[in-house]
C-alpha cells in the first residue's frame, strides 16, 4: 500500500514558479513510477509530467514542455514537480499517483493506482 501528500500549490502571479512535492509512505514507493496529473474545472483530467521508478524514462506533455522538470528522491520518499513561466492555463488541482511497478516502459501508458487528494496551484494574470 501506498499513500500520498501532495503539497506546495498555491497563487502566483503568471510567470511565476512553484515546487509541488509528492510524499509517499510504504517502503515500496521507490519502486513506482509516479506522475503528476491535473484537472481545471470542466475539463477532463490529465496527465503534465511522470518518471519511472529508475528515473530512466520521463513523459511530459506539451502543454508544460520546457517549462515544468520532475525529479525523485528515493531516499526521501518524495517526487517533485518544478513548475516554471507559469501561466493561467495552468490553473488546475494537481495530484500525484503512483503506479507502473517496477516497469521502465513509457510511464504515460501505466495505470496508476494510488492517488493523493490533490494540491491547488492558481496563477493570476
Known amino acids: 500500500q501506498v499513500q500520498l501528500i501532495e503539497s506546495g500549490g498555491g497563487l502566483v502571479q503568471a510567470g511565476g514558479s512553484l515546487r509541488l512535492s509528492c510524499a509517499a509512505s510504504g517502503r515500496t514507493f521507490s519502486s513506482y513510477a509516479v506522475g503528476w496529473f491535473r484537472q481545471a474545472p470542466g475539463r477532463e483530467r490529465e496527465l503534465v509530467m511522470a518518471v519511472t521508478w529508475s528515473g530512466r524514462n520521463t513523459y511530459d506533455a506539451d502543454s508544460v514542455k520546457g517549462r515544468f522538470t520532475i525529479s525523485r528522491d528515493n531516499a526521501k520518499n518524495t517526487v517533485y514537480l518544478q513548475m516554471n513561466s507559469l501561466k493561467p492555463e495552468d490553473t488546475a488541482v494537481y495530484y500525484c499517483?503512483?503506479?507502473?511497478?517496477?516497469?521502465?516502459?513509457?510511464?504515460?501508458?501505466?495505470?496508476?493506482?494510488?492517488w493523493g487528494q490533490g494540491t491547488q496551484v492558481t496563477v493570476s494574470s
Open positions: 499517483a503512483a503506479g507502473g511497478y517496477y516497469s521502465d516502459y513509457d510511464p504515460s501508458l501505466f495505470t496508476y493506482n494510488y
